[in-house]
């Protein structure tokens, strides 16, 4: 099979594999997560509630309790506000914005592996990046981690691609 096949059919599989991982995004996690307890589906959704508050009621915090308020700063916060003013509040919403944050962050990995390596490499990265089975549990729920996927991937990328330049190291 010449190489430009298997290229085709490689880009074709990861972007079947993204598809996937939008599916069901209401659903719950695997059963093999059960044993973890039930943090898995009460932590992400407590992380985007003072965005949920914001977009519902105009303050992010209209009870006043500021024990979690460590969250309403976090990345993950921000983007669950942004998703939920444009699409509405739901436990979709919140997982289709963990999501997008996971997604960014693998993107800009792969974008700067892609200036180090221009072949397969990025393919086969992607690939793993998209079949393992604890990012794909965690990359659907809006978990605070998923904002450092991103902050990571980003470092990573102008690390790679602006290492050179003076604002690049500045924002290093």
Sequence with gaps: MP??????????????????RMIGLGADPPLFYVGHGDGQLTDP????HFARNATLFDDAN??????????????VSLASYLM????????????LSSLFLFMGGCLF?????WKVRRDSTVLM???????????FFYGRLPFLENGLIFISGLLFFVTIRFYNRLWGQLLI
């Design 45 to 48: 959704y407590h992380i985007t």
């Design 3 to 20: 190489y430009q096949k298997i290229k085709y059919l490689s880009i074709a599989l990861l972007l079947g594999l993204i598809l996937v």
């Design 84 to 95: 939920f003013a444009i699409f509405g509040v739901s436990r979709v919403v919140a997982n």
């Design 125 to 135: 990265a992607g690939f793993f990046l998209l079949i393992n089975s604890t990012l």
């Design 62 to 75: 209209p009870f006043e309790y500021h024990r979690w308020n460590i969250f309403k700063a976090s990345l």
């Design 109 to 113: 990995f792969l974008g700067g592996v």
